[in-house]
């Protein structure tokens, strides 16, 4: 069993719509967790990181961790087509490794 | 502006070849990995390096090594290619410090093609 399980999608929603993202987990030592955003034949890149439980806001995006529930999720608010992208959830012991999740791929239709 | 380069964006190569990709990041940062992508399978770790000449070995090191002579140069090498490693290849790099030394910094990624 792995030990992260992340929403497997696809997911296709139209412009303007609240989307959800959603990973959980096994292992209760993850103390560090992240959701990396991967355009196309791109590279993942940062876009959310948070310590403890409780959400954490930044523009549109909302990051929640229930460490009680070992459950994250990211919400999209006002979802635009330029949020079309694999979403990787990421969490971590330590600094050092990672454990990704397999990822969300998410359309927003115009 | 953090950056994680690598060598090739786009590599052709036969089956028995010895293959190398080559991944250096400006950040002076102590670890360093490289993954594989897949459709279907995520991202998956073949080695990672917590400092120089130091590596360990990740979830699928079979038919890989690395190298890391100097902190800021990670090399992943093929030692006889062969079809079943045609895949993305992505290189990332992150702080052993506090803050946030958890996040990893992604290269572009290098899209390998073993005919």
């Known amino acids: 069993q792995k030990e992260v399980e992340q929403d497997p999608g696809p997911l296709s929603v139209p412009e303007g719509a609240i989307v959800s993202l959603n990973c959980t987990y096994s292992?209760?030592?993850?103390?560090?967790f992240m959701w990396y955003r991967q355009y196309s034949r791109k590279g993942p890149e940062l876009l959310m990181y948070t310590y403890s439980s409780g959400n954490k806001e930044d523009g549109r995006f909302t990051a929640q961790v229930d460490k009680s529930s070992k459950y994250i999720s990211l919400f999209i608010r006002d979802s635009q087509p330029s949020d079309s992208a694999t979403y990787l959830c990421?969490?971590?012991?330590?600094?050092?490794?990672?454990?990704f999740g397999d990822g969300t791929t998410l359309t927003v239709k115009p | 502006d953090v950056k994680v380069t690598q060598s090739s964006r786009y590599l052709v190569k036969r089956t028995g070849e010895k293959v190398f990709l080559e991944c250096v990041q400006d950040?002076?940062?102590?670890?360093m990995f490289w993954y594989r992508q897949d459709p279907g399978l995520g991202l998956r770790l073949i080695y990672f390096s917590y400092d120089v000449k130091m590596k360990e070995k990740g979830d699928i090191p079979e038919g890989y090594s690395v190298s890391r002579e100097k902190k800021e140069r990670f090399s992943l090498i093929l030692e006889s290619a062969s079809t079943n490693q045609t895949s993305m290849y992505l290189c990332?790099?992150?702080?052993?410090?506090?803050?946030?030394?958890?996040?990893?910094?992604f290269g572009p990624g290098t899209r390998l093609l073993v005919l």
């Open positions: 292992n209760s030592a993850f103390q560090y």
């Open positions: 990421a969490m971590n012991r330590r600094a050092g490794k990672s454990t």
């Open positions: 950040m002076d940062h102590e670890n």
């Open positions: 990332a790099s992150s702080s052993s410090g506090g803050g946030r030394g958890e996040t990893q910094y």
